[in-house]
């Protein structure tokens, strides 16, 4: 049983802070590593993608890879109340030819004003 | 780019009626394409991965006769589900993923909310 575990939170931070989201997964040889977030209501939405092991940035969001400790988090810079949302982890199964995804339980985060 | 599109964002019907959900990749060919449902304060759960051309790949507990899913070509998937009762009321969402490379992402369709009275 492939498995993504992440806090489920809610994590609170005020607005201008940093937060950070945590995510571990148990198959080793997955490759691929995604962040979503979705508004309540709606559906997931693609925040980031890294593949490779250390640090991937894209504006205000910060990805982070340690294929050897299983683990893969999201930092978010500057936080503001449009950052609120559930932020989910996901995981492309090791061998998958069909790019099927194992997706955590999701952190939802509160930025407050 | 990587835009897909799924119709209907709502749907309340009675009890007992089939109602079919559309999944389109606009601007990308999508081989396989993913069907998802979410309970309220739930993750998503995968139901089925969709073929193109070919017989879809079910979850276990997901009953294939119930959840009718057809990919007859590369941009579009339909999910059935059949005699709908309201234990199946949530919100379903379909991805697609595009097949050059093998690190692509699923692209999420905007859901559709599921009703059953």
């Known amino acids: 049983q492939k498995e993504v575990e992440q806090n489920s939170g809610p994590l609170s931070v005020p607005e201008g802070a940093i937060a950070s989201l945590n995510c571990t997964y148990s198959d080793r040889v997955s490759q691929s590593f995604f962040w979503y977030r979705q508004y309540s209501g709606k559906s997931p939405e693609l925040i980031m993608s890294?593949?490779?092991?250390g640090d991937k940035e894209d504006g205000r969001f910060t990805a982070q890879l340690n294929k050897a400790s299983q683990y893969v988090s999201l930092l978010i810079r500057d936080s503001q109340p449009s950052d609120s949302a559930t932020y989910l982890c996901a995981v492309k199964a090791g061998g998958s030819t069909l790019g099927r995804l194992y997706f955590g339980r999701g952190t939802q985060l509160t930025v407050w004003p | 780019g990587a835009v897909v599109s799924q119709h209907p964002s709502r749907v309340i019907c009675k009890s007992g009626t089939s109602v079919k959900i559309e999944c389109r990749s606009l601007d990308f060919q999508a081989t396989t394409m993913f069907w998802y449902r979410q309970f309220p304060k739930q993750s998503l759960m995968l139901m089925a991965t969709s073929n193109e051309g070919s017989k879809a790949t079910y979850e276990q507990g997901v009953e294939k006769d119930k959840f009718l899913i057809n990919h007859a070509s590369l941009t579009l998937s339909t999910l059935t589900v059949t005699s709908a009762h309201p234990e199946d009321s949530s919100f379903y969402i379909c991805?697609?993923?595009?097949?050059?490379?093998?690190?692509?992402?699923?692209?999420f369709g905007d859901g559709t909310r599921l009703s059953i009275l």
């Open positions: 991805s697609a993923r595009q097949e050059w490379g093998t690190n692509q992402p699923q692209h």
């Open positions: 890294i593949y490779s092991n």
